[in-house]
């Protein structure tokens, strides 16, 4: 039963390469988020959507592509990947207003070669 | 944007309460404090929110200052568990923008 699931959990491929990672949320939420986490620990958002729409892109390269098939899934594919892409990737998921909390996934440890 | 200053670390005795503050002097009047603590890698956990009251559940109590401008997390009875990267986010939600700052990273002494 649980809320955020993505996977996989650990991701190590080579540069170039293209890769997608899966997030689900089975919490009725309305709006799902990306976060990526360097090196530096420091959690940045990169792409918000509601209701299957973009509302949220913080300048992240347009080689990330996030899609939403429905509200309860938003699926982020990068293609080329470059080391730099390296970081834990977490999806998170809320109602979207000013009164509810995120809720997070387990994350996705990705690895560039 | 409601930008969050935090200590970057601090330890606390098992079983006494942790304290842990959060500056957020340019919060709006609309924008809850969020507080969220990462253990180890994995997601972040939300702990708790609040606007102007003082709230409490079953895992910490926040208490906010009357103007707003800074915040408290208490953790009342901490164990070894608790060690944690604490986060205290003000979200600009006119923005959609729920940025994490650097957060204290909380040891819990045996």
């Known amino acids: 039963d649980t809320a955020v699931s993505q996977t996989p959990k650990y991701l190590v491929t080579q540069m170039g390469n293209d890769k997608s990672i899966k997030c689900e949320q089975n919490?009725?939420?309305?709006?799902m988020y990306w976060y990526k986490q360097d090196s530096k620990k420091f959690l940045k958002i990169m792409f918000s959507?509601?209701?299957?729409?973009?509302?949220i892109n913080e300048t992240v390269p347009n080689r990330f592509s996030p899609k939403s098939p429905d509200k309860a899934h938003l699926n982020l594919h990068i293609n080329s990947l470059e080391l730099g892409d390296s970081a834990v990737y977490f999806c998170?998921?809320?109602?979207?207003?000013?009164?509810?909390?995120?809720?997070f996934g387990n994350g996705t440890r990705l690895t560039v070669t | 944007d409601a930008k969050t200053t935090q200590p970057p670390s601090m330890d606390c005795a098992e079983g006494r309460a942790a304290n842990l503050p959060c500056n957020h002097s340019?919060?709006?009047?609309?924008?809850?404090v969020y507080w969220y603590r990462q253990i180890h890698s994995q997601g972040p956990q939300y702990i708790i929110h609040?606007?102007?009251n003082n709230e409490t559940n079953e895992m910490a109590s926040l208490i906010i200052t009357e103007d707003r401008k800074s915040s408290t997390l208490i953790l009342p009875h901490a164990t070894l568990r608790d060690t944690a990267v604490y986060y205290c986010?003000?979200?600009?939600?006119?923005?959609?923008?729920?940025?994490f700052g650097t957060g204290t990273r909380l040891t819990i002494i045996p």
């Open positions: 998170a998921s809320s109602q979207g207003t000013v009164n509810s909390p995120l809720h």
């Open positions: 340019t919060i709006s009047g609309n924008e809850y």
């Open positions: 959507y509601n209701n299957k729409e973009l509302i």
């Open positions: 609040g606007l102007k």
């Open positions: 986010i003000g979200p600009n939600f006119g923005n959609e923008k729920l940025t």
């Open positions: 919490l009725g939420h309305d709006t």
